[in-house]
């Protein structure tokens, strides 16, 4: 057989491996043959392509050294930084806000876990565990990955030496320049060389292919140039329409944190494709981040419409129905997801509290028994708190402390854990314990409110109004339409202000 | 606030420390007074703006070495404003050691030790204060009123309180005192009290809504009204006096009017499970049960620790039949508060509709223990009985109802009814010992009522919120890549 027919099988097939090995022995025999040499970067390239659309995150550094913001303080619901202040949406009541002070997800995924805090020392705080995986640096855990890989991968030099090579050659040759662009990109991680042949290849093609626009904006991008980026995409679209570029302007637009921009170019996205999942998937995540739940749950639908077995539209929908008291609808979305065959603790968790707040106790039990024997150890913690809930629902206080105590020792730094048992404390009349207890939670997550207002109004009954005052100005901080906090500050401030 | 703000009022000393003046003068002419800049201060202290003000302040300082009163008094607000009482306090006692005869100082120094939580100190600082102050001070009664009430010392709190209620009539004095008498259970002095406050400030609707409430605890119907109906006269947003309002329709069954209260309590405030707990009552009162239930889970959900939403939960599933869902409400309801006859007597009925009569009874006589003067009880196990066939024991239970029926006042007359029908069908099977069954138990759950309205009517002040519930972590980790 042909190698190079043999090597092609082999791209085809996915074997990339083999499919590198043989185009290198054939390299070594004939170094100037341009369809081997543009094989070999294909399959290099696919071994470590990552759909870089899913794997976006912010660091630190894009959140406060940001200069592309427009305002400092946004109107209500025009910002992603600030969800607490659109109206209409879910508040910290009814659905638990994360570490990151938006209200809880349906999935995980990077976005988010991501956090817009306020300060630049709240998000040095927030510590870096397995639950937020959150950079530091500007370039995402990925990319740096893809950079290592390419330093290791062959020992008899690199497969092509990127500072010897002349782009300008390269960059007329559309069908060389578009491997080798990739390649550079992915393989290479290295955005400044590919940047470079992205500018020589427009050039050389006089502007008018989209693709290499689409590219150039990618670049832009990683380098935190949004407007230059914007105006790529931009110009793109204009001479053909692609998802990809509207999913990925959309991008540029939440990176400014103008959402309501993303949301136009989606939906303009969705004139040309109509109903379109990732679009709508896009929309919907927009929404959640807006904290306009309905909306979101809106197009969630529209894509369980068209795609039925959608992970995330599913768990989606169904954590909106559980937290707007409709357990039992909750319970057939997760139960149509166990049915598609996952199988895992979280599911299994929420089944049972679903089953719990729908009133099916003979279930609830056996759900929590299958989501402890399923969990990792990142889970554990959570499922004993919700255990611990659930004995509080039945009024078995002591096994919710016990519970309570389980998810500490799993999880030393679970804090709606350590309030709960403060509240307990207290109605066992334990006032220090319990003051103890809501310190804890509330060093360890000052996103909740629930400890401040319960240390607040602690310090307040024993007469330590110093503490109560400076605790309940963090409560509100935390969450600040909470009505028995702002009355327990109107109390305090009497004494306070008054001259 | 009394008699040194006038030396301070427009900054400018008028007649302020002599000793400075002196001073100033006889050592060096060309030395501006000390307090020449204390307008500054003064105005930008008003303004609020305490940076301006605390540049301002360590500039005056270190002219004067840290010699200058105004400055530190108002670098003391300012600290205390923000919550460091105890630098606050190091201010004041600067000023009190500048000028030791000034009562002010006194009470600032008082006042911080007091908030430091204190009130031992605080208590001797005010004694202080009193004796040097020339005039009776109100404000320094009330605060002695506080030390000896966080003391534990009714009595002096209450004398002092009432000195500085006839000194000056001020809401917090009055507030104070009628907490007192609410302490200790005298509603009816607490209630002059809180009539003499609302005379004295009549557009105040936290006021009016505190008379409102104690009459409504005294079982004077009208006047609570009359008290709610003005407070929202002057706020009619105000959610107390709402909610109030609202449980108080509910008691007259006058439902509509109760919900729309709500409603407009529900936009103030919309997660207080009080608010839920009394908008699912009332849609219980209006037989509309499914809407209830989920009124009811929405507030068992914010508050899951409170055993009266328990309690009502319970409730409205018996009248929808689901005894077993009634009992584990009910059963959660004990754990949290076994004190309570009303929930083992729902906690009988239940499980005697489960085909559990052993427990059945064992529940009734549990209530019966807890409140053996609840003509009720007696009643609604003499029914238990006479269906499980124990005539005799029936009778004796019905002979105790009667018995209490004579005692208690304003029985319903459902009750009473029952009891007769039940007492003709007694005779008759103890008579005939073969009956046939009757199906009197609906009246036993009805009976209920009025023990649960009395439950459901308090306006309840959570003081401590019982954390996230239902938080389900991050569920369903979708796997990308």
Known sequence: MDPVYHALSLYKKRCFEECVSTCTELLDKNPFDQAVWILKMKALTEQLYVDDLEAEEEGIAEAFMDNETIAESARPGTSLKNPGTSQGGSTQGYRPWTQTGRPVSGVVRPGTQTARPGTMEQALRTPRTSKTARPSTSQSARTIRLGTASMLSEPGGPFIQLSRINLGNYASKPALAKPLFLYILYHENNIRHALQLAVLATQACEFKDWWWKVQLGKCYYSLGLMRESEQQFRSALRQHQCVETFLRLGRVYIRLDQPLSALDVCRTGLEYFPKEVTLLTEIARIFEGLNNMMMSVKYYREIVTEDS????????????????????????????????????????????????????YDMTLSCFQHALSLAKDDDVADIWYNIGLIAIGVGDTRLAGQCLRLAISSDSAHAPAYNNLGVLELRKGRLNEARAFFQAAASLAPYLFEPYFNHSALSHKMGDLQASYIVIQKALEAYPNHIPSQELLRALEKHFTVI | ?????????????????????????????????????????????????????????????????????????????????????????????????????????????????????????????????????????????????????????????????????????????????????????????????????????????????????????????????????????????????????????????????????????????????????????????????????????????????????????GLVHMATQQYASAFHFLSAATNLRPAHAGTFLLVAISLRHLDDPDNASEAFKQASLLAPLD?????????????????????????????????????????????????????????????????????????KLAIEVEAQVRVRNHPVDSSPEGETPNSMADDEV
Request: a neutral charge.
């Open chain 1, 309 to 360: 077995t959608n992970v995330e539209a599913i768990a989606c929908i169904g954590m909106h129905h559980f937290y707007t008291d409709q357990p039992e609808m909750a319970l057939r979305f997760y139960r149509r997801l166990l049915q598609m065959g996952l199988y895992n603790a979280e599911l299994f968790n929420n089944l049972g509290l679903c089953c719990f707040y729908a009133q099916q």
């Open chain 2, 375 to 447: 003509a009720s009880i007696p009643l609604n196990y003499a029914v238990f009985l006479e269906s499980q066939g124990d005539l005799d024991g029936a009778a004796l239970q019905l002979e105790r109802f009667q018995e209490l029926a004579q005692v208690t006042p304003r029985l319903s007359p459902e009750l009473v009814q029952t009891a007769t029908q039940l007492s003709k069908l007694l005779s008759n099977r103890l008579r005939s010992r073969n009956g046939s069954k009757t199906d009197e138990n609906e009246m036993s759950s009805k009976s």
């Open chain 2, 1 to 313: 606030m009394n008699s040194s703000r006038s030396e301070y009022s427009n900054g400018i000393p008028a007649r302020s420390v002599p000793k400075s003046r002196q001073e100033t003068s006889s050592k060096a002419p060309e030395l501006n007074a000390i307090e020449g800049r204390n307008w500054l201060i003064h105005r930008h202290f008003t303004r609020k703006e305490f940076g301006i003000c605390k540049i301002l302040i360590q500039e005056e300082l270190e002219r004067t070495r840290g010699k200058q009163e105004f400055a530190n008094y108002i670098q003391g607000l300012i600290l205390r404003h923000e919550g460091k009482i105890q630098e606050s306090l190091e201010c004041f006692q600067i000023c009190h050691s500048l000028h030791p005869k000034n009562v002010d100082y006194i009470k600032q120094v008082a006042r911080s030790l007091f908030l430091l939580g204190l009130h031992n100190l605080a208590l001797e600082a005010y004694l202080d204060a009193q004796q040097i102050s020339e005039v009776p001070d109100w404000d320094i009664f009330y605060n002695l009123g506080e030390c000896w009430l966080r003391l534990g010392e009714h009595t002096k709190a209450k004398e002092s309180l009432r000195q500085a209620v006839q000194l000056g009539h001020h809401e917090r004095c009055y507030v104070a005192l009628a907490s007192i008498y609410k302490l200790e259970g005298d509603t009816q002095s607490a209630i002059e009290i809180y009539k003499a406050a609302v005379e004295s400030a009549p557009d105040s609707a936290q006021l009016a809504t505190a008379l409102g409430l104690l009459y409504l605890e005294e079982g004077k119907y009208q006047h609570a009204l009359e008290k709610l109906g003005g407070a929202l006269a002057r706020d009619p947003q105000y959610a107390q006096a709402l909610l109030a309002a609202g449980a108080m329709m509910q008691n007259h069954s006058d439902y509509d009017v109760a919900l729309s209260k709500y409603k407009i309590a529900a936009q103030s405030w919309p997660e207080s499970p009080a608010l839920w707990n009394n908008v699912g009552m009332c849609f219980y009162g209006k037989k509309k049960y499914v809407a209830s239930l989920s009124c009811l889970k929405r507030a068992h959900y914010l508050s899951p620790l409170d055993w009266d939403i328990l309690f009502n939960l």
